[in-house]
């Protein structure tokens, strides 16, 4: 959405708190579809209409290549090494149909073509994980193959096909580990392969949820999480890990329009979603909303007619998205810190920043082992109605899970792990304030936490203070003194999602704690 004065579209402005404009990369001639970043991050390649692919540089952020391809290019994926790129494209004498192609980057030469006639045409190619000479593309018929570099580029026979009529294939992804191969319909279903290197044949399960048809899919880094955006604007997600594994866990109403990308930030905190109307951030420990940005002024066309998209950089704070009528991409420097603890989302319509407000807290652990404090509930209650939960660094998976359930069911958390500063912040006096002002001091014990100068200091405070304690259990080890014999909750042999113990818990908060939310 463009402010008044163009506004955040000038390099150095923000649209929202933690999301800075650092340029606006131009040269295309027409709109820009799938784009995509090299493995290390140093390029970024951008397809578009205007029958060319630009190489964008991420050190000096201007163009070193172009590829002119004589066709209209819907996608691109770099291989695993970085030395090749395929590209999907339609050719000038037919729209309907479409060509797969391989190029070698540093010569710049077209290494394979493989053409489709007769209406038919490929959506999407994915590469192989940890393997750089094998590709999957799906096609407008309802199949989805693998291309063997390595053997003369052979095309396998199909992965998936149609069980009845034809269903366009729009878009698949495999899973980090290369193990799953997730495919989108138009039949408004999701399927996952699993892939086993000399196996005879292809398991697959159905996933249950999806109300339209499929345009994108990715998964969450080094997990089974699998998000898939939709034509009417909403993003499933699943989890093939949990007790039921098929059916959709979340639901999101994201965009104004049709989802045509998702891709996750390379920690897995955050996901993008981009629709031809606007681009959104959500934060995955709640799957909240915490941006909606309509900046590309773009015709609501349908979305198989081009395809914006938004790509978190691989390695670092950096998100590129669609601007200008879809011809301007727009590189931003995230603020994950910062990001996560805005109590606003640029509201597309009003043209302006407006409060969020949550039923629950909004604490985030992520994998970075920083946390951000944000405000909670309606009203922006106070550190002073809030649970101060002290704990060691290297217990951070049980803390992240442990702190999700307890704002899951509404209880106000702090938490902070001190091997992180905030720049330009006193990390020693927000921590002492976050105690003189909370309720309940709830420590999470384990050998690392009791051994941890950090957690001796933050548990004297809240003893001179005469804070409630909340003793809690993640692993066995010697209970400091101070904390007397009353343990409210042992996680040793259970695990953070005990339910048992999570109400032993609550029960120290409120003696009828809120239901799960």
């Not at 190029?103 to 394979?112: F, G, R, S």
């Not at 939709?230 to 997600?237: A, F, H």
């Not at 941006?291 to 590309?296: H, L, N, S, V």
């Not at 006096?429 to 001091?441: L, R, S, V």
Request: net charge negative.
């Amino acid at each position: 959405m463009e402010r008044t004065g163009r506004g955040f579209m000038e390099n150095g402005n923000s649209p929202v708190p933690g999301i800075t404009l650092r340029i606006a990369l131009s040269g295309h001639d027409g709109p820009i579809n799938l784009m995509s970043w090299s493995p290390d991050g140093r390029y970024l390649a951008s397809p578009s209409d205007d029958k060319t692919i630009r190489f964008w540089d991420s050190e000096r952020w201007d163009c070193i290549k172009k590829l002119n391809v004589k066709q209209e290019v819907g996608c691109v994926e770099w291989s695993q090494h970085g030395d090749k790129l395929a590209s999907i494209s339609k050719p000038n004498d037919n729209p309907g149909n479409s060509a797969i192609h391989i190029w070698d980057i540093k010569n710049q030469i077209k290494l394979y073509k493989e053409l489709f006639k007769n209406g038919n045409h490929a959506h999407e190619v994915a590469w192989l994980p940890n393997i750089n000479n094998k590709l999957a593309f799906c096609t407008n018929s309802g199949f989805a193959y693998l291309l063997n570099l390595d053997a003369d580029y052979i095309v396998s026979k199909p992965i998936h096909r149609p069980a009845e009529r034809p269903e366009s294939i729009n878009c698949l992804a495999w899973s980090s580990d290369g193990s799953r191969l997730a495919i989108g319909s138009d039949d408004c279903k999701a399927y996952i392969y699993f892939i086993s290197p000399g196996q005879k044949g292809i398991p697959r399960v159905e996933l249950i949820g999806p109300e339209s048809p499929l345009y994108c899919l990715a998964w969450k880094p080094e997990t089974f999480q699998l998000a898939a955006g939709g034509q009417n604007g909403k993003i499933y997600i699943w989890d093939l890990q949990a007790d039921k594994p098929i059916q959709v866990k979340h639901v999101l109403k994201s965009n104004n329009g049709s989802i045509t990308e998702l891709s996750f930030s390379n920690d897995g905190m955050m996901l993008v979603s981009t629709s031809n109307i606007d681009f959104c951030l959500w934060r995955t420990d709640t799957w909240e909303k915490i941006a909606a940005i309509d900046d590309m002024k773009l015709n609501n066309a349908w979305p198989m007619a081009n395809w914006p998209s938004s790509v978190f950089h691989p390695t670092q704070p950096i998100l590129a998205t669609p601007g200008e009528d879809n011809s301007v991409i727009r590189i931003w420097d995230i603020d994950y810190r910062l990001l996560l603890s805005n109590n606003y989302v640029n509201d597309s319509n009003s043209n302006q920043l407006l409060p969020k407000h949550s039923n629950t807290d909004n604490s985030i652990l992520g994998k970075t082992g920083q946390s951000s404090h944000l405000k909670h509930g309606k009203h922006h209650e106070q550190d002073s109605k809030r649970i101060f939960i002290s704990c060691s660094h290297e217990d951070e998976d049980f803390v992240l899970k442990f702190s999700s359930n307890l704002k899951n069911r509404g209880v106000p958390i702090w938490v902070y792990l001190w091997d992180n500063t905030i720049p330009g912040t006193d990390t020693d006096q927000a921590i002492d304030n976050a105690i003189k002002n909370c309720t309940h001091f709830l420590i999470i014990l384990s050998p690392a936490s009791v051994s941890s100068e950090e957690v001796k200091s933050e548990l004297w405070l809240a003893h001179k203070l005469g804070k409630k304690f909340v003793p809690v259990i993640c692993k066995h080890c010697d209970i400091p003194r101070r904390l007397g014999p009353i343990i409210y909750a042992d996680f040793t042999f259970c695990g953070p999602n005990d339910e048992d113990q999570l109400k032993k818990v609550l029960h120290a908060f409120d003696p009828k704690p809120q239901p799960l939310q």
